[in-house]
Each structure stands twice: as structure tokens, then as C-alpha cells.
């Protein structure tokens, strides 16, 4: 299964993850952001209908010199006491937010049509992958239409969300630090997809699926 996925990675196709039932039992559409195409941001939008988000992996992260965005908060709420009381601590499935900054490349006109936030998020992408990290600030603005998240030190041993799993599995796979996640949400309903309704997808559309706990377990694996 996790070979699959991998190979599917590395061609640019999209691998679904269900995190697990006692987190977000959500399922997460993820792609390499080095494979990042409009027609996957379409697909996202679409087939998915969450929020189009972009973990970075640790290493990434303290080279670009993101944050995570609950500091930037504490940071600034001397000057605006309502952002220190907007504090993020009672999250109700994690014990901290991924959110990093939102960012557009400097070549987008609005950032958020397909081929804009592809263009985003494929640029990014590509200054990780050539180590050309201090690029970041003259080649893209903020606040912008692509939200970055960031991965916590350690990956899925300290924390076990899809921005972890996201880059585990770009580790795994050869691939750059640098990942695309977004939410399955029902249409139905409102709420997220059924686990069963994300599986009856990947089937559908020839997808993986994979479960976090076997993400996991084969990270474990491919880090021992
Ligand atoms: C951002 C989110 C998603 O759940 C995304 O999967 C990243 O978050 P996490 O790492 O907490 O799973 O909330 O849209
Ligand atoms: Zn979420
Ligand atoms: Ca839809
Ligand atoms: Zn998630």
C-alpha cells in the first residue's frame, strides 16, 4: 500500500489520508507541490471543497524563516491586545494549530485562480527543492491565497497531523519537503466526508487511500 502511494506521488497523482478517529476524521486529498498543476487545485476545490493548504516541512520551515501563525500573534498583541485573545489553546483534536503565514507569488494577479495558486504553490515548491530558500521574500507576498502550514520538529513521532503525514510522505518518497492537503467535505451534509465516501472515491477515481496509523507505521519503518 505505501509503495503505491509513493509511486503515485511520484507521478503527480493525488493519495487520500484519513487521519484517525480520535483526531479530525477528516480525509485529506494530498500531492506533491513539486507536481502541482491548476487542474489539481480544480479537483480540490471541486471534489474536496476544504481549505487548499501547504505543509512545509520543518527543515523547510527554519530555512524560509516561516512562523507559526499563533506566534506572530502573541508577538503583535502588545500592539493589538484582541490577537493574544484570540489564542488558539483549546483546539478540540490537536494541541496546536499548523497554520504558518498565507502567501501569493509575486507573478499572480489576484492569487487564487487555479493557475495562480498552482504557480504559488509550484514556485515554492521549486526554491525548497534548489535550496534557494533566501529567494522567499523577493519572490512572494503576504498575506496571499495559498495558507502554509508548518510541520512540527520531529514530524509524525511529535505530532499526527496531515501537515506530518503530508511530508512523511514526501520523505518517503523522494520527494521535496513541500506538500499539497485539502480536506474532503460532503456536499450532502456540510460536515466531512465519511471515511466510507473517501474510500468509494479513491476506488472510483483509481486513487490510494490510506489510513494515518499505516502512514505511520511505515514511516516508522522507512526511519529505522
Ligand atoms: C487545514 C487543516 C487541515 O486539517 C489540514 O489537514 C492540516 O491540519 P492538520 O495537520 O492539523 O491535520 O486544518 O485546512
Ligand atoms: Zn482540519
Ligand atoms: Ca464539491
Ligand atoms: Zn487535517
Known amino acids: 500500500m505505501i509503495q503505491e502511494a509513493l509511486k503515485s506521488l511520484r507521478k503527480g497523482e493525488m493519495v487520500l489520508v ?3 478517529d480520535n483526531r479530525e476524521r477528516e480525509t485529506d486529498m494530498i500531492v506533491a507541490a513539486e507536481h502541482i498543476t491548476p487542474e489539481h ?9 476544504g481549505l487548499i493548504c501547504v505543509p512545509v516541512s520543518h527543515e523547510n520551515s527554519e530555512k524560509l524563516g516561516i512562523p507559526y501563525m499563533t506566534d506572530v500573534m502573541n508577538e503583535a498583541s502588545e500592539a493589538f491586545p484582541v490577537l493574544g485573545k484570540l489564542s488558539p489553546y483549546d483546539i478540540p483534536y490537536d494541541e496546536k494549530s499548523a497554520f504558518s503565514i498565507t502567501v501569493n507569488h509575486r507573478k499572480t494577479f489576484t492569487g487564487i485562480t487555479d493557475n495562480d495558486r498552482a504557480l504559488t504553490i509550484r514556485e515554492l515548491a521549486d526554491i525548497c527543492r534548489d535550496g534557494r530558500h533566501s529567494e522567499f521574500g523577493d519572490l512572494f507576498r503576504s498575506p496571499g491565497h495559498v495558507t502554509l502550514l508548518r510541520a512540527t ?3 509524525v513521532t511529535r505530532r499526527k497531523g496531515h501537515t506530518e503525514m503530508s511530508i512523511a510522505l514526501m520523505e518517503m518518497a523522494g520527494l521535496t519537503g513541500v506538500a499539497v492537503c485539502c480536506e474532503m467535505m460532503d456536499d450532502r451534509t456540510g460536515n466531512s466526508l465519511p471515511t466510507e465516501d473517501a474510500m468509494r472515491y479513491a476506488r472510483e477515481h483509481d486513487l490510494i487511500f490510506m489510513s494515518g496509523a499505516d502512514l505511520i507505521e ?3 519503518e522507512f526511519r529505522s
Open 18 to 20: 484519513f487521519d484517525a
Open 41 to 49: 487545485i480544480k479537483v480540490m476545490r471541486n471534489d474536496a471543497g
Open 153 to 155: 520538529d520531529g514530524h
Open 218 to 220: 511505515s514511516y516508522r
